[in-house]
């Protein structure tokens, strides 16, 4: 017991000692659309989940007045293998840590939500600048975790991802689309969402804390497009800010003469498979013709 006290007590402590590191480099300010996103997130209600949860002592929370850092701790992933099997769950903070002995961190479930409006334009967000990985860099729509211990249950069998209904991931996406960017369930219905592929990639984060970073990504990714025209009220502890892009625009934001920087995995999904899911939008949604649920396209 006193050695496993002693186990947390350290991890919370250099967790700790890494996000203060962190605040002393130079961060992109948080802009939006509609001004400073700077705000008391907590009494705005941001953190509220749409749906409670259930840990796995079987109490109900809703993460009402939660920071990144407690949901770091508290939030637990899907472990998984390599050919996407789940083994077990673990907290985001162990997953996420690259270490001696596990040098990519913890194999996880994860999601991307791709979201266009009725124009066929892409949301962006650019994660906030507070953000434990990645912070500051531009990506896709919403990227994250399906959990353990929610309800509804964001765990998918593997025949739910045989058949391409992957409902667990999807009400993963639904929450988080509304903790993240405020918006709100039924503007995206889970029916509505298209299950395309998964990505296996893993990635330090060498741009936040150098060649020798200790935090990362390990993720099979679970790719999600979706059409919805939504209203966006963005959580300042999440999202710095937001932009809605055209095909050629998202291109020249990507030039690197930008001086933006990019989440990985969304680099990837772009280079590999948005030119051709982008280009003929109705017959992505609305067709399995890019459906591919047997491969998982590996970037390592």
């Given at each position: 017991?006193?050695?496993?006290?002693?186990t947390?007590?350290?991890?919370t402590?250099?967790?700790t000692f890494a996000?203060?590191?962190r605040?002393?480099?130079?961060?992109?300010?948080l802009?939006?659309?509609?001004g400073p996103?700077?705000?008391?997130?907590?009494?705005?209600?941001f953190l509220?989940a749409?749906?409670?949860t259930?840990?796995p002592?079987?109490k109900s929370?809703?993460?009402?007045?939660m920071s990144?850092?407690?949901f770091?701790?508290?939030d637990?992933?899907?472990?998984v293998?390599?050919?996407?099997n789940?083994v077990?769950h673990?907290?985001?903070?162990?997953c996420?840590?690259?270490l001696?002995?596990?040098p990519?961190g913890v194999?996880?479930?994860?999601?991307?939500v791709?979201?266009f409006?009725?124009?066929?334009?892409?949301l962006?967000?650019?994660?906030?600048?507070?953000k434990?990985t990645?912070?500051s860099?531009?990506?896709n729509?919403?990227?994250?975790?399906p959990?353990?211990?929610?309800?509804?249950?964001?765990?998918d069998a593997?025949?739910?991802?045989?058949?391409?209904?992957v409902?667990?991931v999807?009400n993963a996406?639904?929450?988080?689309?509304?903790?993240?960017?405020?918006i709100?369930?039924?503007q995206?219905p889970v029916?509505?969402?298209?299950?395309l592929t998964?990505l296996?990639?893993a990635a330090?984060?060498?741009?936040?804390?150098?060649?020798?970073?200790e935090?990362?990504e390990h993720e099979?990714?679970y790719?999600?497009?979706?059409?919805?025209?939504?209203t966006?009220?963005?959580?300042p502890?999440?999202?710095?800010?937001?932009?809605y892009?055209?095909?050629?625009e998202l291109k020249e934001m990507?030039?690197?003469s930008?001086?933006l920087?990019?989440?990985?995995?969304?680099?990837?999904i772009v280079?590999k498979?948005?030119?051709?899911?982008?280009?003929?939008?109705d017959?992505?949604?609305?067709?399995?013709k890019?459906?591919d649920?047997?491969?998982?396209?590996?970037v390592l």
């Open positions: 017991m006193a050695s496993a006290c002693l947390s007590f350290a991890r402590l250099n967790f996000r203060s590191k605040a002393t480099q130079k961060q992109v300010p802009v939006s659309r509609s996103l700077r705000s008391l997130a907590t009494s705005a209600g509220m749409p749906h409670p259930v840990n002592g079987g929370w809703d993460g009402a007045g990144q850092d407690d770091m701790l508290k637990e992933c899907i472990v293998d390599n050919d996407d789940v077990g673990d907290n985001k903070y162990n996420h840590k690259f001696k002995e596990q990519t194999l996880h479930r994860a999601f991307s791709f979201l409006n009725d124009k066929g334009e892409l962006l967000q650019q994660r906030a600048g507070d434990i990645f912070p860099v531009w990506t729509t919403c990227c994250s975790h959990l353990y211990g929610y309800t509804p249950t964001e765990i593997p025949e739910q991802v045989t058949d391409a209904t409902p667990g999807k996406a639904v929450r988080k689309l509304y903790q993240e960017l405020g709100p369930a039924e995206v029916d509505k969402f298209k299950f998964r296996h990639y330090p984060d060498s741009v936040t804390y150098g060649s020798e970073a935090w990362g099979i990714d790719i999600l497009f979706i059409k919805a025209n939504v966006v009220s963005p959580n502890e999440e999202v710095g800010d937001f932009k892009v055209t095909l050629p990507m030039d690197p930008s001086g920087k990019w989440s990985p995995w969304f680099r990837i280079d498979f948005v030119d051709d899911w982008w280009a003929d939008l017959v992505t949604l609305s067709t399995d890019f459906v649920v047997k491969t998982i396209h590996r």
